[in-house]
Antibody, heavy 119, light 107 residues
Framework: QLQLQESGPGLVKPSETLSLTCTVS??????????WGWIRQPPGKGLEWIGS???????YYNPSLKSRVTISVDTSKNQFSLKLSSVTAADTAVYYC???????????WGQGTLVTVSS | DIQMTQSPSSLSASVGDRVTITCRAS??????LGWYQQKPGKAPKRLIY???SLQSGVPSRFSGSGSGTEFTLTISSLQPEDFATYYC?????????FGQGTRLEIK
């Protein structure tokens, strides 16, 4: 049973970089043709796709965040990571990591982690 | 970007009711659409993939239909555990986009 678990600071100061890691268990992050991605949800609001990384290393970002986002994979740790720079209060959200196969929608999700941007 | 317009944004219904939620895509997305249910404090759970395929383990009262630009999620007979927020997601092209959500409340 594949499981994903987000981890990282719950509080980030404005203008700093938000860094989160998703640890994958029950399967190898590099063994199959999957997309690994990040989705966020501001409190009381809807879902927003942030970006994805393919098992080959190709990345895809939401244009609204592209200048601030980096997603990377660490196959040795079976993890993938999100970095979002120059954060503001508008980046306060629950951040989810997830997996999908190339022909389908997000199926496996982490439980989500709340990141608050505040001084 | 493909815009997903979901309606209604909220809906009040009773146990046993049949309800339908619609998503319209701003351009054709074939059947590259999923439907999700989200309960407070939980991650979204996929109900339907490829517009009309029922996810394993999801009750058969949930069904999806549509292709191209018009999609519907139907719950044939509402159960108490179905009161939640529902989202559609298109994965036809980047950026992936969600509908705004439909909050299904008990009447």
């Amino acid at each position: 049973q594949l499981q994903l678990q987000e981890s990282g600071p719950g509080l980030v100061k404005p203008s700093e970089t938000l860094s989160l890691t998703c640890t994958v268990s029950g399967g190898s992050i590099s063994s199959s043709s999957y997309y690994w991605g990040w989705i966020r949800q501001p409190p009381g609001k809807g879902l927003e796709w942030i970006g994805s990384i393919y098992y080959s290393g190709s990345t895809y970002y939401n244009p609204s965040l592209k200048s601030r986002v980096t997603i990377s994979v660490d196959t040795s740790k079976n993890q993938f990571s999100l970095k979002l720079s120059s954060v503001t209060a508008a980046d306060t959200a629950v951040y989810y990591c997830a997996r999908r196969n190339p022909s389908s929608s997000w199926y496996n999700w982490g439980q989500g982690t709340l990141v608050t941007v505040s001084s | 970007d493909i815009q997903m317009t979901q309606s209604p944004s909220s809906l009040s219904a009773s146990v046993g009711d049949r309800v339908t939620i619609t998503c319209r895509a701003s351009q054709g997305i074939r059947n590259d659409l999923g439907w999700y249910q989200q309960k407070p404090g939980k991650a979204p759970k996929r109900l339907i993939y490829a517009a009309s395929s029922l996810q394993s383990g999801v009750p058969s009262r949930f069904s999806g239909s549509g292709s191209g630009t018009e999609f519907t999620l139907t719950i044939s007979s509402l159960q108490p555990e179905d009161f939640a927020t529902y989202y559609c997601l298109q994965h036809n092209s980047y950026p992936l986009t969600f509908g705004q959500g439909t909050r299904l409340e008990i009447k």
